[in-house]
């Protein structure tokens, strides 16, 4: 006490400045300590939100698998059997926001029905309706590869990185789908409606595009090796993409260095 008032009395600024610093220097430590605490609260109320939405999601996929079960043991007649089971379908896909946990109900529903996967134009033939409406989802980079999509309703649908080798998108609609960086090998694209889709550097050996449509489609970049035009019905942008050595619409094959435009051999 005694050296605190004796420097005090000799520099009154010194009392004056540690009355303000002190309090200052508490208070800014307690800020410090709140925004650290706060800041961790938030983290640990947004870990348990995303496990609770996972376990939500995991336990509405188990209860739509379940349902399809009990479904397909029903001993109801074929056509009422798939209709039930694409409601389903579409109500489960329309409330998933990620394209992994769509592609295995994609995955899932093709494999488990039969009706659908082994004669789909027995059951849709007199339909004009889609196998399943899949527009305008997000689908990226989902593995798809040997799903059974005939004629299922893509239109504008989101699919850049989408793996979808050996595929069946037979006659499906994929007006303005993004498939930019897909890989589509040896898919199965036969009378597939694909105006305006861009498939700027996707992988396409072995695809089959008979009678599909791609009139204003966008190919810029992409591996057309092993690819074949003959049976496409329209035009398609090519500009800059290196179409040596694939098959064109009359049955010619191109020449190394053909770009945007196929050179005869």
Known sequence: MFRWTKISEANPFLLIAGIILIPLGVAAVSLFIDARIDNRQRQLSKELFERQERLSIAQM??????????????????GSRNRIIVARTMSLLNRLSKPSDKAMVLRFVTELQPGIVNRPERTLERSSKPFVDLSRMDLRDADLSFANLYRADLSGA???GVNLTWA?????????????QANL???????????????RRARLGGADFTNAELN??????????????????????????DV???????????RDRSVGRCKRQ
């Open 61 to 78: 996929i188990d209860a739509y698998f379940q349902g399809i079960g009990d479904v397909m043991n029903n001993q109801m007649d074929a």
């Open 158 to 160: 989101q699919m850049t």
């Open 168 to 180: 069946n998108l037979t006659q499906a609609r994929l007006e303005g789908a993004i498939l930019d």
């Open 185 to 199: 090998n040896g898919a199965q694209l036969a009378g597939a409606e694909m105006t305006r889709a861009s498939l």
């Open 216 to 241: 204003n489609g966008d190919l810029r970049g992409a591996d057309l090796s092993d690819f074949s035009f003959d049976g496409i019905t329209s035009s398609i942008n090519l500009s800059g993409t």
């Open 244 to 254: 040596s050595q694939a098959i064109w619409v009359d049955g010619s094959r191109c």
